[in-house]
C-alpha cells in the first residue's frame, strides 16, 4: 500500500469528462494511480451559489516527494485550464493532496495531511471508499472514524455515471 492520496474535484465543463483528463495527466506526469474511489456529487462546500461538484479520491504510487507532487498537481491543473478568481469558486478541476503516508508537514506551500481532511465530508466519504483504515497521522483516527464523526452535513451522493 502507498499511502498518497489525493481528491479530484470539478464542478465546470463538463465535470465528469475533467475527472477522466486529470486521472490521465496524473497517470502520465505523476505516477501510477493504484486504487480509485466512486464519483460523488455534492452541492458546493463553501460557496454555494455555484454547479455542484464532482470528487473522486485516488490513490498514487509515485516516487515524486510531495512538494514536488504539488508543483506537478499545480502544473496538471494549469495545463487543464484552472484560473484560480476566487476562494472556493467554480472551478474546472482541483487536485489536493490529502495524505502523503505518514507525513506531517505545515508550510507556507503544503500542509500534510490536507488541513481541512477530517471537517469535510465531501472528501472523507470518497477516501473511505479506498483508505478506510488508514490512520490520521495527526489526530490518529481512522479515516472511516473521521467519517462517522464529521459534522459536517453537505450531502454527498454516490453518483452512478450511467445517469448522466
Known amino acids: 500500500m502507498n499511502g498518497i492520496y489525493l481528491l479530484l474535484g470539478s464542478n465546470?465543463?463538463?465535470?465528469?469528462?475533467?475527472?477522466?483528463?486529470?486521472?490521465?495527466?496524473?497517470?502520465?506526469?505523476?505516477?501510477?494511480?493504484?486504487?480509485?474511489?466512486?464519483?460523488?456529487?455534492?452541492?458546493?462546500?463553501?460557496?454555494?451559489?455555484?454547479?455542484?461538484?464532482?470528487?473522486?479520491?485516488?490513490?498514487?504510487?509515485?516516487?515524486?516527494?510531495?512538494?514536488?507532487?504539488?508543483?506537478?498537481?499545480?502544473?496538471?491543473?494549469?495545463?487543464?485550464?484552472?484560473?484560480?478568481?476566487?476562494?472556493?469558486?467554480?472551478?474546472?478541476?482541483?487536485i489536493d493532496l490529502l495524505l502523503y503516508r505518514t507525513l506531517t508537514c505545515s508550510t507556507d506551500k503544503l500542509a500534510v495531511p490536507h488541513p481541512a481532511l477530517h471537517v469535510r465530508r465531501f472528501t472523507l466519504t470518497p477516501l473511505a471508499d479506498i483508505a478506510s483504515e488508514v490512520t490520521h497521522p495527526v489526530l490518529h483516527q481512522t479515516i472511516a472514524q473521521l467519517l462517522h464523526l464529521c459534522a459536517d452535513h453537505l450531502a454527498v451522493e454516490r453518483f452512478e455515471v450511467g445517469n448522466v
Open 12 to 94: 465546470l465543463n463538463n465535470p465528469l469528462h475533467q475527472l477522466t483528463v486529470a486521472k490521465q495527466l496524473l497517470a502520465s506526469q505523476a505516477g501510477e494511480i493504484v486504487r480509485m474511489s466512486a464519483i460523488y456529487r455534492t452541492a458546493a462546500w463553501g460557496k454555494p451559489d455555484q454547479p455542484d461538484f464532482f470528487n473522486q479520491a485516488v490513490e498514487l504510487d509515485t516516487e515524486l516527494e510531495p512538494l514536488r507532487l504539488l508543483e506537478k498537481t499545480s502544473a496538471i491543473e494549469q495545463q487543464m485550464g484552472r484560473v484560480r478568481h476566487e476562494k472556493n469558486g467554480p472551478r474546472i478541476i482541483d
